[in-house]
């Protein structure tokens, strides 16, 4: 059964670092590109990042370019989001989607950044 | 940065009724690279509609896609209770590969 399951979310103080996790099954991993969305709270959807299918190429929004960094372990079917310095706006749901056409999503983790 | 414009910021029709949702960007969406996606409250967003005009897996005819260029249009047939929810478009042709700000449909 094809499923994105996203993990790492939680409370962390401003400034601080967090690690999400997705982790992929019931599909071929590596044929796909993979991106990165956050909801904050009550907002609509934000795009954040994208990795391609061979990791080569990485793609990042204005608003956390050089903070965020996007990886992939296609050895565990695995995406990552390293979110460093953050603030209190990175506050959000964040969910882990498959290349857009493919309409694979996860059910998202929740982030709070607040001291 | 293409910025994408949603209209109108709610619309509120009733059951059986068809549907017209608006997504115009600032500049030319790339290929056509638009899709649409459904999100009710606590879920995460569902695929409707991909490449402008291409129905996901398992969506029903009656949503369809249109448009090319700036000007997009999500069309809901005939409307079911289910389909009530919150609608985005994004462009996926050029990074960053932004949302829309939604649209609400709501039963009248």
């Known amino acids: 059964q094809l499923q994105l399951v996203e993990s790492g979310g939680g409370v962390v103080q401003p400034g601080r670092s967090l690690r999400l996790s997705c982790a992929a099954s019931?599909?071929?991993?590596?044929?796909?590109?993979f991106h990165w969305v956050r909801q904050a709270p009550g907002k609509g959807l934000e795009w954040v990042a994208v990795?391609?299918?061979?990791?080569?190429?990485?793609y990042f929004a204005d608003s956390v370019r050089g903070r965020f960094t996007i990886s992939r372990d296609d050895s565990q079917n695995t995406l990552y989001l390293q979110m460093n310095s953050l603030r209190a706006e990175d506050t959000a749901v964040y969910y882990c989607?498959?290349?857009?056409?493919?309409?694979?999503w996860g059910q998202g983790t929740l982030v709070t950044v607040s001291s | 940065e293409i910025v994408l414009t949603q209209s109108p910021g709610t619309l509120s029709l009733s059951p059986g009724e068809r549907a017209t949702l608006s997504c115009r960007a600032s500049?030319?969406?790339?290929?056509?690279?638009l899709a649409w996606y459904q999100q009710k409250p606590g879920q995460a967003p569902r695929l409707l509609i991909s490449?402008?005009?291409t129905r996901a897996t398992g969506i029903p005819d009656r949503f369809s896609g249109s448009g090319s260029g700036t000007d997009f249009t999500l069309t809901i047939s005939r409307l079911e209770p289910e389909d009530f929810a919150v609608f985005y478009c994004?462009?996926?042709?050029?990074?960053?590969?932004?949302f829309g700000q939604g649209t609400k449909l709501e039963i009248k």
């Open positions: 994004q462009q996926y042709g050029t990074s960053p590969y932004t």
């Open positions: 990795i391609s299918s061979d990791g080569r190429t990485k």
């Open positions: 989607a498959g290349q857009i056409a493919t309409g694979y």
């Open positions: 500049q030319s969406v790339s290929s056509s690279a």
């Open positions: 019931g599909f071929t991993f590596t044929k796909y590109s």
């Open positions: 490449g402008a005009s």
